[in-house]
């Protein structure tokens, strides 16, 4: 993003912190979203491959305690187990590359699935947590992320993973609690750590997919409930 955008986005979050987000954050209080993030070997989305994919289900209007909401995870495998990906990134998740690279073990208990069978997974887990398609057959999924749009939908919109063949789709407008953490004087966006020290969540960043996903659960209801 090049200075005169980002100024133009810093000025446009102070009017909206000035005015509280009442004017937007009406509709999200009621709303049921999928809170989405994935973990991937480089920040490439063509040539870089996601390897974790993580979702917490929740529902402002009826919220349940963090520990009860629904939660889904499936480790990402290629065929042939030959993975894409920047050195730094594939060091950073060496665990989950051997979780993966043990998926055939008799004591493994953790879930895989192919890039192509991922939106499968995901509808049999919206069955099991009693969440029903419109008329059409189709999930229309509300959406929550930090940097979603940016960066995990990019990873995500590429054809191998067949959305539309398994019904599920999304709009282009995310719930990115980053705007509800921005403060008057920043001189940047604030990073997740900076919005868990703003909202009083004690530790780290984890770097994997549910336990973040859960973080932007966190964030948000710290504002909105």
Request: with cysteine.
């Amino acid at each position: 993003m090049d200075t005169a955008a980002l100024a133009g986005l810093i000025f446009y979050l102070q009017l909206l912190y000035l005015f509280n987000f009442d004017f937007i954050l009406s509709d999200i209080r009621s709303m049921k979203y999928l809170s989405i993030d994935i973990e991937t070997l480089g920040l490439d989305h063509a040539n870089n491959d996601i390897i974790e994919f993580g979702a917490v289900y929740d529902d402002l209007n009826n919220p349940k305690p963090l520990e009860e909401l629904p939660r889904f995870h499936r480790y990402i495998y290629r065929t042939n187990d030959v993975y894409r990906g920047s050195a730094y990134a594939m060091s950073m998740h060496s665990a989950i590359l051997k979780k993966i690279a043990s998926r055939n073990s008799k004591n493994n208990t953790d879930k895989f699935c192919l890039r192509r069978t991922l939106g499968i997974h995901l509808r049999s887990w919206f069955g099991e947590i009693g969440w029903k398609p419109d008329e059409l057959g189709f999930f229309k999924l509300n959406v929550a992320g930090k940097n979603f749009g940016n960066f995990d939908m990019r990873f995500l919109d590429l054809p191998e993973y067949e959305w539309a063949g398994h019904q599920i789709y999304w709009p282009h407008r995310f719930i990115d609690p980053t705007m509800l953490y921005f403060e008057l004087g920043d001189a940047e966006l604030p990073s997740s750590k900076v919005c868990m020290e703003r909202a009083g969540i004690k530790g780290e960043v984890a770097h994997t997919s549910v336990d973040d996903a859960l973080m932007v659960v966190q964030l948000l209801r710290k504002k909105l409930l």
